[in-house]
T-cell receptor, first 110, second 115 residues
Framework: DAKTTQPPSMDCAEGRAANLPCNHS???????VYWYRQIHSQGPQYIIH???NNETNEMASLIITEDRKSSTLILPHATLRDTAVYYC???????????FGGGTRVLVKP | GAGVSQSPSNKVTEKGKDVELRCDPI?????LYWYRQSLGQGLEFLIY????????KSGLPSDRFSAERTGGSVSTLTIQRTQQEDSAVYLC?????????????FGNGTRLTVT
């Protein structure tokens, strides 16, 4: 299974774009990249996922490099409510049993 | 629409007792997952149901843990003879199809405390 590497923590300023990096150099051609976040005392919240094309939804944008070995989650205008742990995950082969690593603890500051 | 619902939200039990945790997935979702998250730790996969197929029990930590899914909808996770190390948040998720292009949607979990 492809593993991911994320920085353990990062700060960003309220109102600015937050760019969260993720490395997944061993990803296979048919594995998707997923992003979730977990706010304290809540279950993980799905943000976005993609295979090789860049994706955008109402929450965020996902930029995947051409070689698919890394990706960046972009929160276009961070708010204080975006403070959370963000997980970058590569889908497993069978049943999409996502394996959560340590994630990036994002603190949005006023 | 309604998301994944879990009950109870909190459960305190004495060591050695059995507990049942319930999950109501999103309507129409064929795949259902159980995870647990110990204090300050990441999510640990427990078990996965997909349609009428035999469940994937590869993550269950011991034979004290079992789960069933009745009628392809509601699921119950049962822990027998609970131990203090079973204390954790138990999370349920469902997805439309269970394939790689099918996101998991999580409930807010049941916080289990074994005293």
């Amino acid at each position: 299974d492809a593993k991911t590497t994320q920085p353990p923590s990062m700060d960003c300023a309220e109102g600015r774009a937050a760019n969260l990096p993720c490395n997944h150099s061993t990803i296979s051609g048919n594995e998707y990249v997923y992003w979730y976040r977990q706010i304290h005392s809540q279950g993980p919240q799905y943000i976005i996922h993609g295979l090789k094309n860049n994706e955008t939804n109402e929450m965020a944008s996902l930029i995947i490099t051409e070689d698919r070995k890394s990706s960046t989650l972009i929160l276009p205008h961070a708010t204080l409510r975006d403070t959370a742990v963000y997980y970058c995950i590569v889908s497993q082969a069978a049943g999409n049993k996502l394996t959560f690593g340590g994630g990036t603890r994002v603190l949005v500051k006023p | 629409g309604a998301g994944v619902s879990q009950s109870p939200s909190n459960k305190v039990t004495e060591k050695g007792k059995d507990v049942e945790l319930r999950c109501d997935p999103i309507s129409g979702h064929t795949a259902l997952y159980w995870y647990r998250q110990s204090l300050g730790q990441g999510l640990e996969f427990l078990i996965y149901f997909q349609g009428n197929s035999a469940p994937d029990k590869s993550g269950l930590p011991s034979d004290r843990f079992s789960a069933e899914r009745t009628g392809g909808s509601v699921s119950t996770l049962t822990i027998q003879r609970t131990q203090q190390e079973d204390s954790a948040v138990y999370l349920c998720a469902s997805s439309l199809e269970g394939g790689r292009n099918s996101p998991l949607h999580f409930g807010n979990g049941t916080r289990l405390t074994v005293t």
